[in-house]
């Protein structure tokens, strides 16, 4: 009768097929060892799973019974997540690097145990980490330039090329065409660089414009190419995100008609991007370091001076008449 009621007690759950939760099987097996005639009452399961289930209790009891009793301590979860870090922040360190830096913090911990625990996360380094910090050392020499497109009135294709430098984000040249080739690439970077440069190094994506005449143009003017990696825009990061500052800002608040009338509002978005638009990367301030303006006299107020077509505005003080 017990086991009758525990039956329809599972039946009565509102499932189509009743699960059977842990106290139903520690009910099964139990009344397996202790009533013989258990398998002719069994209705919602079949006696081959009451068996299952018996055994897997029986492999967990002897894997509990056969835990080691000692043996090497385990490593904390703070060591585990200190390793992590240091070989995550510093991708040259091997083991004999972090099992010192760990022993100067004061952790007693083997190199061996180190080594096991590396080759267990199996770093390789950050290839996107490492390419930040080369970015970050040289950015005094460093400029970058690239092509985006720009639709038309009439459906037509224009291509804007711009360089950049990373120090102050200031764009060195921006002009505007139809069709873009090597010749006309090298053109502008003619009008860029007229003479030797303070720069070393320029970020450039695979474009085939910018085959290796220009490359050959780069290495004569004094600079070093390097090209990014095939689908990896995030290497050359810093024009990529001007490319989608100056399309949030301008592009997608406006038609452009032609030629001409794109290459006017790339000049009025570039002196607004120089002389007023504050960038997080310089800390708050200007490509052209805009000065930090006092409150002239106690009745001066804020005035908005609009920018683009008042797309964007500057604010100063100025003081009531």
């Not at 139990?30 to 799973?49: F, G, M, Q």
């Not at 004999?96 to 180190?114: A, D, M, N, Y």
């Not at 007023?276 to 005035?303: F, G, Y």
């Amino acid at each position: 009768m017990l086991a009758l009621r525990q039956q329809v007690a599972v039946l009565k759950r509102k499932r189509p097929r009743p699960i059977l939760n842990r106290l139903d099987r520690i009910f099964w097996t139990s009344l397996r060892r202790y009533w013989p005639r258990w398998a002719e009452v069994v209705v919602i399961v079949k006696p081959a799973t009451v068996i299952g289930w018996h055994r897997a209790g029986f492999r967990l009891y002897w894997r509990w019974r056969s835990r080691p009793p000692g043996g090497r301590p385990q490593i904390t979860e703070e060591i585990r997540q200190l390793i992590r870090r240091l070989a995550q922040e510093n991708t040259g360190w091997g083991a004999p690097k972090i099992h010192g830096e760990l022993l100067k913090l004061g952790f007693q911990i083997s190199e061996r145990t180190v080594t096991r625990y590396l080759r267990r996360v199996g770093r390789r380094g950050d290839p996107a980490k490492r390419w930040r910090t080369f970015l970050h050392n040289h950015r005094e020499a460093i400029v970058a330039f690239d092509f985006f497109t720009v639709p038309t009135m009439t459906f037509q294709m224009l291509y804007c090329f711009f360089v950049i430098e990373h120090d102050r984000r200031k764009i060195l040249h921006c002009n505007v065409t139809r069709h873009p080739t090597a010749d006309w690439v090298i053109q502008q970077l003619r009008e860029t660089f007229p003479e030797a440069a303070p720069y070393r190094y320029v970020i450039l994506d695979r474009d085939t414009k910018f085959d290796q005449e220009v490359i050959r143009f780069l290495k004569a003017t004094g600079l070093t190419p390097k090209r990014t990696s095939a689908q990896s825009p995030w290497q050359n990061g810093t024009a990529e995100r001007w490319i989608g500052s100056c399309r949030r800002e301008m592009l997608d608040q406006v038609i452009v008609l032609s030629e001409r009338h794109l290459r006017r509002l790339m000049g009025e978005y570039i002196c607004y991007h120089h002389q007023d638009r504050v960038h997080d990367s310089l800390a708050k301030d200007t490509p052209n370091k805009r000065p930090i303006e006092q409150r002239p006299a106690a009745n001066a107020t804020v005035v908005g001076m609009p920018r683009m077509g008042g797309l964007h505005h500057r604010y100063a003080w100025r003081v009531a008449a």
